[in-house]
Nanobody, 122 residues
Framework: QVQLVESGGGLVQAGGSLRLSCAAS????????MGWYRQAPGKQRELVAT???????NYADSVKDGFTISRDNAKNTVWLQMTSLKPEDTAVYYC????????????????WGQGTLVTVSS
């Protein structure tokens, strides 16, 4: 199977920075898209940013100026560099891998990480 392990969350003051990491492990042949989603208390999960294996990126409008997503295909790892953080960025951040192809299988899978909490204090 496939597992996503996230790290890098924590408490930061407004205006500060954090870098989230997510590494996928398992018998992975390829991953189409990797990304980050977040869920704030009392709100629905929302897209933050995604990146394809070819490097195409997509960002939520609310994070375009301060967040950068990057990826290492060989390591099946994706990062989210967050700068100029605001209290409204407080949420649990989830890593997502879509179009995951495993050795010995032709089925594409979607996998979610367990989430990492980011708290931005004012």
């Amino acid at each position: 199977q496939v597992q996503l392990v996230e790290s890098g969350g924590g408490l930061v003051q407004a205006g500060g920075s954090l870098r989230l990491s997510c590494a996928a492990s398992g018998r992975i042949l390829s991953i189409n898209a990797m990304g980050w989603y977040r869920q704030a208390p009392g709100k629905q999960r929302e897209l933050v940013a995604t990146i394809t294996s070819g490097g195409s990126t997509n960002y939520a409008d609310s994070v375009k100026d301060g967040f950068t997503i990057s990826r290492d295909n060989a390591k099946n790892t994706v990062w989210l560099q967050m700068t100029s953080l605001k209290p409204e960025d407080t949420a649990v951040y989830y890593c997502n891998a879509g179009g995951v192809l495993l050795s010995g299988s032709s089925r594409l899978r979607e996998v979610w990480g367990q989430g990492t909490l980011v708290t931005v204090s004012s």
